[in-house]
């Protein structure tokens, strides 16, 4: 019998899931309905990270280790959640109600609402309010199971504005046991003042405050929004190659509502990810299968301003990789709730549960470079995860859509 000492060890688990031996970058087409795990398991871990797991019957005896008994109950890595935006000021429930009387999301927005609604609010937010909304935002996100999550700027839109996003989330990033990404999204909208010369705008971004952003080094990646109601192909393609200068790589917001070209743009300049497609037509599909960039889907938001959902079937069918997020935002989807989303992948785009919780784990992780670490148990990843409560099935999970099933959470190997 094997003795290790100052372990966790997580003993009788009913299912454990999302085990790897040899991790995948990501998982496509046929083999994302591919889910590999283990009945009747024990999983170690020591040091933060994972550091075996086996059937029960092999679990070893180890003295002064911390054991819970997982009976009845499944494991599964932490939620990757690749994109959000979910350090904002406030709320929009004002327009929730405009829509429901029924303006569309794109008409509030060109009256002057939507995006640039949430950026007045932000701008007249004291930095040490909006932290404390972030932060309580982020504490819910990893109760219902979220261990590593990108967060966006874009709802500054003035220099100082968007420093004061970036450096809210170098705040969460300092103090959470989470794993945090960061994106600068100066170009989400165009602000009133400048809608008669949209250049100068550009400008801004690019000229001023990309080169601050970088200097204080407070963003990983580059978003832009390209859509008619946003920025235009051309824009964005000026602002993804002003952040190449600077080694950002873009994660970019497109075909939510048209199909422009974003795509072709995104995967020309090396797009870890091309956001939301609601919109997607074959040539797109086409293009994305000769890249790296992974196709990300945000289901809530069709969801929540009646839209309609991305191809998630087109896609995988035809070979392709999807990652699920929540885009935890104000506007189109004030929920941070993986779960959530999960369900809508299967209800809504008829997505397998397997396939669903690929996208939102190892998928997710990729979708963040952060595959290497995150996304699956495997040897020598960060112990992100969490325990079910008591589950007949994993389709239980995106089935009971409004339960909340998660037990308990571990980041760095610890309960949080
Ligand atoms: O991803 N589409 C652009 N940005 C956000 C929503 C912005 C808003 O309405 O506040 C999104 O859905
Ligand atoms: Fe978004």
Redesign the pocket.
Known sequence: MLYLCGMLVVKNIKKLIQIETSPRPLVKGEAMDILPSLDNAYLLVEDGKFKDFGPMEQCPEIPDSEVIDASNRMVLPSWCDS?T?LV?AGS?DGEFVDRIKGLS?QEI?NRGG??LN?AKRLQATPEDVLLEQARKRLDEVIRFGTGAIEMKS??GLTLESEMKILRVIRQLKSETAATVKSTFLGA?SVPAAYRANRKAYVDLVVNEMLPRVADEQLADYIDV?C?KV?FSVDETIRIMEAGAKYGLKPKI?TN?FNCMGGIQASVEHGAISV??LEVLNQEEIDCLKGSDTMPCL?PS?PFFINDHYPPAREIIDGGLPVALAT?Y?????PSGRMSFVLSLACIKMKMTPNEAINAATINGARAMELESSHGSIAKGKVANFFITKEIPSLAYIPYSFGSDLVESVFLQGKCV
């Open positions: 994109h935006h904002y929009r999301y927005a939507g995006i949430s874009g709802y989400h929004f859509e946003a917001h939510q956001d939301h945000l938001a885009d935002n104000p506007g189109t989807t």
